[in-house]
């Protein structure tokens, strides 16, 4: 399989894509950036140079304080009154399908008990008091860089992307060529595949990573972000499951599983992407100046973000 061939992975093929798309050793034994080491100050220069209108445009949603189907554990709000002021507390797990949050290289192990990207154990880096390696907290200077939108359903003529007809690898190909745009190293590639008007269309859709019938975005697309040296992933509706032949699950959230610990590439789950297309299309352009300020959080997994496109 390649994108050349518009066919998505075998079984075989998928399960080579560890060794086929890995860029341990790439910048070093002590990186701690991986895929982010491919923003360079020159990248950083051509995405200011994107912004025309100034428009600024959010890609997070709220806090998720309501329970749900894909919000088992609802962000924790107490507000604190006094007679001349107030303030409040906010305790939030913000890995999962709720809430807008960055994923650290930490995060995610090769295999249960196994390692993290670049070779590290995690039975030595991973500890009660957090992780003692590719922390979230060592990305504090932000990340900025060129965003390019891959409106997928735009390119296909409808409102969301079905589980029977998931995002692949050369659909983002075409989607740049439509849009004009030359993948450049160093992009935050911004997937949407419609998930507001997937969640509206679908209200109550079951939770889980394993869900057979879960939509979104094709393994296949690991392809893609490595030919085009990618340093980020914005989605919305997120991986649907790999498959065995016999249509069974072989491996949920399968770019999780191999984008963070091989590809060594961060991924900014649950993106709200329905503003930013509609400004997208407004001005007739699909890359804009990305910003993303996690919270230094030491040596945490990741971070809850609002991430901000300048057009």
Avoid: K
Wanted: charged fraction near 20%.
């Amino acid at each position: 399989m390649s994108l050349a061939d518009r066919t998505p992975p075998t079984v075989d093929e998928f399960r080579a894509y560890r060794e086929r798309f890995s860029n341990w050793g790439r910048w070093g034994e002590d990186d701690q950036f991986g895929a982010l080491n491919l923003i360079t100050p020159e990248a950083r220069a051509a995405a200011a140079a994107t912004v025309r209108e100034g428009r600024s445009v959010s890609l997070s949603y709220p806090l998720a304080m309501e329970p749900g189907p894909e919000n088992l554990e609802p962000v924790q709000h107490e507000m604190r009154l006094d007679a001349d002021h107030c303030s409040d507390f906010i305790g939030i797990a913000y890995h999962g399908r709720a809430n807008t949050h960055l994923d650290a290289l930490c995060h995610v192990y090769t295999r249960a008990g196994g390692e993290l990207f670049g070779g590290h154990s995690s039975a030595e880096h991973i500890t009660p008091e957090g992780a003692t390696t590719l922390s979230v907290d060592h990305w504090r200077e932000g990340i900025v860089t060129r965003g390019v939108l891959y409106d997928i359903p735009r390119l296909r003529g409808v409102d969301f992307v079905s589980r029977e007809e998931p995002v692949h690898g050369w659909e983002l190909a075409d989607a740049a060529a439509a849009a004009g745009i030359e993948p450049r190293a160093g992009d935050a590639v911004v997937i949407r595949s419609g998930a507001g008007p997937f969640y509206a269309a679908h209200p109550g859709f079951p939770t889980g990573y394993d869900d057979p019938s879960r939509p979104g975005v094709h393994a296949s697309c690991l392809e893609f972000f490595h030919a085009s040296d990618a340093s980020l992933l914005v989605w919305d509706l997120m991986d649907a499951p790999m498959h065995n032949e016999d249509g069974s699950v072989l491996m949920g959230a399968p770019l999780h599983r191999l984008t963070i610990p091989y590809l060594g590439m961060p991924l900014l789950d649950n993106a709200q992407l329905e503003d930013i297309a509609q400004a997208c299309a407004e001005a007739g352009r699909w890359e804009f100046m990305l910003v993303v300020a996690p919270l230094v959080v030491p040596r945490g997994t990741g971070s809850p973000v609002n991430p901000i496109a300048v057009l």
